[in-house]
């Protein structure tokens, strides 16, 4: 289980990591908090701030918006593939979540990117009567078919 933004939380918790946005803790003090077998992911919104990441004690990377979302009240500006792209090629090993908009159509474009994988709200959640449906839908949408595992 990974907590969103309450390093509080997840230390009573016991959980296995969290995930950090731009205000919050900063990523050395959670590390030195949570230990080093947490899992810590870093939310990033431009480039600039991707490769300042790519320096942080963190174990993954997000990305995004990449498209316009509605899920937050004031999001970042939309980034799209071509941001999505060129932090694929400056992340190191880190592994890279694109995250922000991401639908059945466009699921697949995400991970061709490079993108090691996708966070997804409004597609999966948005009708509560077919979450275990729409989970499926999405997991088709966005399986690279086998003769085809290009990245961008």
Do not use: W
Not at 44 to 65: C, E, K, R
Request: charged share 15%.
């Amino acid at each position: 289980m990974i907590i969103n933004y309450r390093v509080d939380i997840a230390l009573a918790l016991k959980a296995d990591g969290f995930h950090l946005g731009q205000t919050d803790i900063p990523a050395p003090a959670a590390r030195q908090l949570l230990g080093n077998e947490a899992i810590i992911g870093f939310s990033t919104h431009n480039i600039q701030q991707a490769m300042l990441a790519t320096s942080l004690p963190v174990d993954y990377l997000a990305f995004g918006p990449v498209f316009p979302t509605s899920t937050k009240e004031n999001p970042d500006p939309s980034t799209g593939l071509t941001a999505l792209r060129e932090v694929c090629a400056i992340k190191g090993s880190l592994p890279l979540v694109g995250i922000g908009g991401i639908t059945f159509s466009n699921a697949l474009e995400v991970l061709k990117t490079g993108a090691a994988s996708l966070a997804v709200i409004a597609a999966l959640v948005g009708n509560g009567a077919k979450i275990a449906e729409n989970m499926s839908k999405m997991l088709t949408a966005a399986s690279i078919p086998p003769n085809d595992q290009s990245t961008g």
